[in-house]
């Protein structure tokens, strides 16, 4: 009998920020951004950003309990500048990494087109499937049960395919190198079937699925060739969207948009961590 695989309980959706990932972010805050000696405490506008992130508000119309936007705003804005929310999303892929919670033999890469708001703004374009109005792209790739490894923000008319590249270069850790025997595979669909597509992932050591151009899903038989594996991206691109502040672009900056999406991501490889601690 095959043994069964021990589940755990996931987390609930995180809301608060609670004491226990903030212990585990705080050196990363105390070597980026130290704390000052005046001002609300970090730990209330981490909640704040939390809140923006998931509400997609307003920065002036934060609830009072988190203090005043000209205080939160310029603390995101920082801590984006330095690179605090992109290290809190390392850190925690290496923790995950250290207790065998990160499966890079296969990958997959994927972009998702969202509404932009009429602010103008850099990394903004006409979309395709909104009439042509603003809107931006994020390309995503993830491991093999779907925790996010890099991102890119772009425009909405930029093709999937020639993201690909900056997007794997965006990796937040040092990607394993692959061998022949450890390989890693990278699922893509269609949209990256092209010269530009398969030579990024040659260039990058990547043993390509690569959906063709008109090839059919199932065999003669009506049966599924392999297991489906690509599935994994669109779902973390799904839980993405769950948040506001990423599913529509409010911000004017990339980069701060950016900071949303990494903050997402910080997030969503907590749970992971929260997860795979419990099963050593």
Same mark, same amino acid.
């Given at each position: 009998?095959a043994? /069964?695989e021990?589940r755990?309980?996931? *987390?609930p959706t995180?809301w608060?920020v609670s004491?226990e990932?903030?212990?585990?972010?705080q050196?990363?805050? !105390? &070597?980026?951004?130290?704390?000052? =000696?005046?001002? $609300?405490? @970090?730990?209330?506008?981490?909640?704040a950003l939390?809140y923006?992130?998931r $509400?997609?508000c307003q920065?002036?119309?934060?609830?009072e309990?988190?203090g005043? %936007?000209s205080?939160?705003?310029?603390?995101f804005? @920082?801590?984006v500048q330095?690179g605090?929310?992109e290290r809190i999303?390392?850190? *925690?892929i290496?923790? #995950?990494e &250290? *207790?065998?919670?990160v !499966?890079?033999?296969?990958q997959?890469a994927d972009?998702?087109m969202?509404?932009? $708001?009429d602010l103008g703004?850099?990394h903004?374009?006409?979309?395709?499937? %909104?009439r042509?109005k603003?809107g931006?792209?994020?390309?995503?790739?993830v491991e093999?049960d779907?925790g996010p490894l890099?991102?890119v923000?772009?425009g909405a008319?930029i093709?999937d395919t020639?993201?690909?590249?900056?997007t794997? !270069?965006?990796?937040?850790?040092d990607?394993p190198?692959?061998t022949?025997?450890?390989? /890693?595979h990278? #699922?893509l669909?269609?949209g990256? !079937?092209?010269?530009t597509?398969? @030579?990024?992932?040659?260039?990058a050591?990547?043993?390509?699925?690569? +959906?063709?151009i008109?090839e059919e899903?199932?065999d003669? @038989?009506? +049966?599924k060739?392999q297991p489906?594996r690509r =599935?994994?991206? &669109?779902?973390?691109l799904g =839980?993405?969207s769950?948040c506001?502040?990423?599913?529509? $672009?409010?911000?004017?900056?990339s980069?701060?948009?950016?900071?949303l999406i990494?903050? #997402? #991501?910080?997030? *969503?490889w907590?749970?992971r961590q929260?997860?795979?601690?419990l099963l050593?």
């Open positions: 009998m043994r /069964q021990r755990v309980k996931p *987390l995180i608060e004491d990932p903030w212990s585990i972010i050196a990363i805050l !105390d &070597e980026r951004d130290p704390p000052s =000696w005046t001002g $609300r405490d @970090r730990i209330d506008q981490r909640a939390n923006q992130m $509400r997609g920065w002036n119309h934060l609830p309990q988190f005043d %936007d205080s939160v705003h310029p603390t804005h @920082r801590w330095k605090v929310l999303w390392a850190t *925690l290496q923790e #995950c &250290e *207790l065998g919670g !499966d890079w033999q296969w997959s972009g998702a969202g509404k932009a $708001r703004g850099d903004v374009g006409p979309n395709p499937t %909104d042509g603003n931006t792209k994020r390309s995503v790739i093999a779907g890099g991102v923000v772009a008319n093709p020639k993201l690909l590249k900056q794997m !270069d965006a990796i937040v850790v990607r190198k692959p022949d025997k450890t390989p /890693q990278l #699922c669909d269609k990256y !079937d092209n010269p597509g398969h @030579r990024a992932t040659a260039e050591h990547y043993v390509a699925h690569i +959906r063709r008109g899903k199932l003669k @038989r009506k +049966r060739r489906v =599935w994994v991206v &669109e779902r973390t =839980w993405m769950k506001r502040a990423i599913l529509i $672009r409010y911000a004017k900056k980069c701060n948009y950016l900071g990494q903050l #997402c #991501c910080d997030l *969503l907590y749970r929260h997860r795979v601690s050593r």
